[in-house]
């Protein structure tokens, strides 16, 4: 292999620039010509595809955001649009392919190989962590700390009123955000997609003789099933008109912001080896660390197999919460 190509795609995740620098650097160290694609799978359509060299990545690795920019294609979808990506890969002669993205992003790259036979590793690139085949997902530990420093603030004004703060964080399909904001953040309770047809929490969190704490701080994943913090908020509301609920979203303020440190080594560690591991005959896997340990995956794995939440997490919040 001797041309090869990385692109991000579907949402962004700070440390994505850390992760393509890896990429393009670990390539020139291996004597392999590496080529950006600008706007994920739109890009690869459309022909956005540069040459790029050591220098092209200096001065990124502590930017959030990706520098190659990232779409959500839907022309990638249609044969005709795969057509067109392929024929401008072949035209430059790329073999290769490093895919930082998610689920959506992966599913693509196995349509590419499975039709044109050019390969791809993925790096799982998302804040959500819900990526089966490995422990942490590039984007996690940022957005995690970026909400929690909202919290904390929150818990100020909280305190002060004696007020009860619902407060929602992303996660569509995964509560690991959540979850790991509502144990650093001392919340009273979480609500995520994975635990569904909760009875009596109204109940179990608010009732008089339920109610220990001058205030409380109630962490919930967008995606849980009742719909929101709004709707929690308002339920509460309604059942005990004596209690005030405040809401706030969080929104995709977790989705920008300078990468921890832990993001910038697990992005750069995922993106030299899913150079290293095309360059080794690899292809359709993704990249993941597991027990501090670099692994493999099946893209089909990684798309398909639920990650679960960590259960003693979830019981650790009830327990703190006597
Ligand atoms: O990347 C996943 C995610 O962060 C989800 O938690 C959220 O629902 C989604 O992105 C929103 O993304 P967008 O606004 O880009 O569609």
């Known amino acids: 292999m001797k041309k090869i190509a990385v692109f991000t795609s579907g949402g962004d995740s700070p440390g994505m620039n850390a992760c393509i620098r890896a990429v393009v650097r670990t390539a020139i160290y291996h004597k392999i010509e590496v080529y950006g694609i600008r706007r994920g799978y739109e ?25 190659l920019k990232t779409a959500r294609s839907k022309e990638f979808m249609t044969p005709e649009g795969r057509k067109k990506a392929a024929k401008n890969l072949k035209k430059l002669g790329i073999e290769g392919l ?139 509301k309604e059942k005990y008109p004596d209690i005030d609920p405040r809401v706030t ?15 910038r080594v697990l992005a750069t560690r995922m993106g030299s080896a899913a150079v290293e591991s095309l360059l080794a005959g690899e292809t359709n896997k993704a990249v993941g660390i597991i027990n501090e340990k670099i692994c493999l995956t099946p893209f089909e794995e990684a798309i398909f197999k639920r990650k679960d939440i960590p259960e003693d997490l979830l019981r650790l919040i009830k327990i703190l919460n006597v």
């Open 43 to 67: 890009g690869m359509i459309e022909g956005d595809i540069q040459l790029m060299d050591s220098r092209s990545v200096a001065n990124i690795i502590q930017r959030g955001g990706t520098i």
């Open 98 to 236: 490093v895919c930082i993205g998610g689920n959506g992003s992966f599913t693509g790259a196995l349509k590419l190989y499975e039709e044109f036979g050019i390969r791809c590793i993925g790096a799982p690139g998302t804040i959500d962590n819900d990526l089966y085949g490995t422990d942490y997902t590039i984007g996690f530990d940022t957005a995690v700390n970026t909400a929690l420093d909202a919290i904390d603030r929150i818990r100020d004004t909280a305190d002060s009123h004696n007020r009860t703060f619902f407060v929602e964080v992303m996660g569509r399909d995964a509560g690991f955000i959540a979850l790991q904001v509502a144990l650093s953040g001392g919340a009273e309770a979480v609500f995520v997609p994975e635990v569904v047809n909760r009875k009596d929490w109204i109940d179990q969190l608010f009732s008089k003789k339920r109610r220990k704490k001058s205030f409380s701080i109630v962490i919930v994943a967008e995606g849980e099933e009742e719909g929101g913090a709004m709707v929690l908020a308002q339920k509460v």
């Open 249 to 263: 979203i969080l929104g995709h303020i977790q989705r920008g912001g300078t990468p921890s440190s832990s993001d």
